[in-house]
């Protein structure tokens, strides 16, 4: 069994910062991909950055050059640091982690039970 758990979620006023984690736990042989997404009320889960197993990350537009992305595969955990956070980052935000639970089985993507951010003006 695998867990995605993530913290950091809240209330940040607009032009402020916060950090988001999400830590894998359970029968786990190996990551690649671990990612957020966001969700905003009435719209469909969007992308917000990934970063490959080799470190590459990637962003949408809508948050490059204020939010980044890392890892620490000795920890499986994935961080979102947000900054400069306008209001309309405000979203459920999910982490994802493609998991290989065993060596030489497949991997799948497991995901977070989401955490609030919301961004008052």
Do not use: H, P
């Not at 957020?36 to 590459?56: C, D, P």
């Amino acid at each position: 069994q695998v867990q995605l758990v993530e913290s950091g979620g809240g209330v940040v006023q607009a032009g402020g910062s916060l950090r988001l984690s999400c830590v894998a736990s359970g029968s786990i042989a190996s990551i690649n991909d671990m990612g957020w997404y966001r969700q905003a009320l009435g719209k469909q889960r969007e992308l917000v950055a990934v970063v490959t197993g080799g470190g590459t990350r990637s962003y949408a537009d809508s948050v490059k050059g204020r939010f980044t992305i890392s890892r620490d595969n000795a920890e499986n955990t994935v961080y979102l640091q947000m900054n400069s956070v306008k209001r309309e980052d405000t979203a459920v935000y999910f982490c994802y982690a493609r998991i290989q639970r065993r060596v030489l089985m497949g991997t799948r993507d497991y995901w977070g039970q989401g955490t609030q951010v919301t961004v008052s003006s």
